[in-house]
């Protein structure tokens, strides 16, 4: 059981804890993060999710989690990195790029959530890292045009978050 602060429309905390199989069964707003990770080549990490994930099995994303019971968004963000990919990363390394509401209705999952995406900047090969295989299967940088054409062609090899949401993204990363 994964428990979950739930939040209001205006991303504040109402006393309600809950499950995350519930919150998504029931469409109730809560906190993830996004951590958008860049190599000193200028390409962006994304991973492949498990074919056992309930959500998005086998999809390329960033890395991403819910945050959990009583955390706060940085915490999260680098316990995510840390799980998923094995590194460590410090706060004043995340560049905060911005909380978006965003509502996904997939595979009988709706995910309304309020998503804090940072941005993390690392000189990290890909074998520098060490992949959660319970979470992930593969690992692989992309250029930004590569990420770009993902998201305007809505790619079904990916899950992001709302178009309208990764456009204002794409834009935040080309001013980096």
């Known amino acids: 059981m994964e428990l979950l602060d739930v939040v209001d429309e205006n991303n504040n905390l109402i006393g309600i804890k809950e499950d995350k199989n519930i919150i998504h069964e029931k469409g109730l707003l809560h906190r993830e993060i996004a951590v958008i990770i860049q190599n000193e080549n200028g390409e962006y990490l994304i991973q492949k999710r498990s074919s056992n994930k309930k959500g998005a099995p ?35 390394e995340l560049i905060n790029l911005g909380i978006f509401k965003q509502s996904i209705q997939k595979n009988n999952i709706i995910n309304n959530s309020f998503m804090k995406y940072y941005f993390y900047k690392t000189n990290k090969k ?22 770009e054409r993902a998201i305007k062609e ?11 949401i990764m456009q204002d993204i794409l834009k935040l990363l080309k001013e980096i």
């Open 58 to 92: 086998n999809m390329w994303s960033f890395t991403t989690g819910h945050v959990e019971l009583g955390e706060d968004y940085e915490t999260t963000a680098i316990r995510e990195v840390k799980e998923e990919l094995g590194i460590d990363i410090l706060n004043k």
């Open 126 to 147: 890909l074998n520098d890292y060490t992949i959660q295989l319970e979470e992930l299967s593969e690992i692989k940088y992309i250029s930004f045009n590569e990420l």
């Open 154 to 164: 809505e790619d079904k090899n990916y899950i992001f978050s709302e178009k309208a």
